[in-house]
């Protein structure tokens, strides 16, 4: 129903910056919510961000409230994910994702991944 492609990964230092994007095509937001999530090796996916295009409405993860901030620009048809202040754990895949439903931190729930994006934060 949608594609959603990542961008923006690569190696920072502690307390510097990223910026991811995810790209969507197809039925292009036509889901309720976005979200970021992330995968370390050996670890479980995790969630990081989501976003609800009906209300605005933000949710973040414990770990990175504060640091992360997620966006879109629907003329690019682009959702963002602004990562600050980073942390050797931050280091993981991150995904891209949409759901049907008005936010959910469980991976389940979502419908649509993209391939992924590494990002390596070194001490």
């Known amino acids: 129903q949608v594609q959603l492609v990542e961008s923006g990964g690569g190696l920072a230092q502690a307390g510097g910056s990223l910026s991811l994007s995810c790209a969507a095509s197809?039925?292009?937001?036509?889901?309720?919510?976005m979200g970021w999530f992330r995968q370390a090796p050996g670890k479980e996916r995790e969630f990081v961000a989501s976003h609800r295009w009906t209300t605005g409405n933000t949710d973040y993860s414990d770990t990175v409230k504060g640091r992360f901030t997620i966006s879109r620009d629907n003329a690019k048809n682009t959702v963002y994910l602004q990562m600050n202040s980073l942390k050797p754990e931050d280091t993981a895949v991150y995904y891209c994702?949409?759901?049907?439903?008005?936010?959910?931190?469980?991976?389940?729930?979502?419908?649509?991944w993209g391939q992924g994006t590494q990002v390596t934060v070194s001490s």
């Open positions: 197809g039925r292009t937001f036509s889901s309720n919510t």
């Open positions: 994702a949409a759901s049907g439903i008005w936010g959910t931190r469980a991976a389940g729930m979502y419908h649509s």
